[in-house]
């Protein structure tokens, strides 16, 4: 049964839009947390755009589930999270003109600056996960590293329909049994929603969902805390 982690990265965008003090992803989190996440994630980006600098710190003192901070390898960001010291931290590739994280983090083409973040997460006693396309290539290359997990990107299969959604299941299925045999800890994200989250949720030994913009829309109908317990039960039957 995997365990959910709730992105709040868009409660920091609304707050964003008007530099303003509100809505506060610190309350954010707290309500994820009375609606049943077992882990909040947030992205310090390197321009800041959404979560800031404070936000994180105050979330280290108030979280009481995993924390789990996502970054580009950026030695700046690296040394604010092991101040900071979140339980978990996710290396995920980052773009200024992009929207959102685009794709995984190519760990084959940026072996040396990813290990190098790798070792200073970890001798600050920080687990560390990889944010990766469900390739063999990048899985091995994550086995190198000693990566504690990897978090498989599910965009193409949540842009994905029909025969060609299900292909990228079985590729998800297969790169999860590579990434277990390979001793590390298997998560998922991006792209999930409430009709496409079950089939990934199923995956063997499947251990993290990292979920934002799918219960952040639905929170702003419903409130967050139903909205974080109506995902936890679908992707904990
Ligand atoms: N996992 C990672 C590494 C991400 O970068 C994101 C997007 O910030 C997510 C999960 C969540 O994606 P979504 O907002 O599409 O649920």
Redo the contacts with the bound molecule.
Sequence with gaps: MPEL?V?I??VATVRQARRTNEPDPVWAAALAQLGGADGI?V?LREDRRHISDRDVRILRETVTVKLNL?MACEPEIVEIACQVKPDQA?L?PERREEV??EGGLDIVAQHDRVARAIDRLRSAGISVSL?LDPDARQIEAAAGLRADAV?L?T?QY?LASGAAQQKELENLVRIGALVRQSGMSL?A?????YRNVRPVAAIEAMHEL???????ARAIMVGLESAVREMKRLVTV
């Design positions: 982690g992105n990265d868009h994630t992205h996502e996710t995920v959102t994280t944010f978090e990107h965009g949540a998560h994200g991006h792209g999930l929603t990292n979920i934002g913009h799918s219960i952040v």
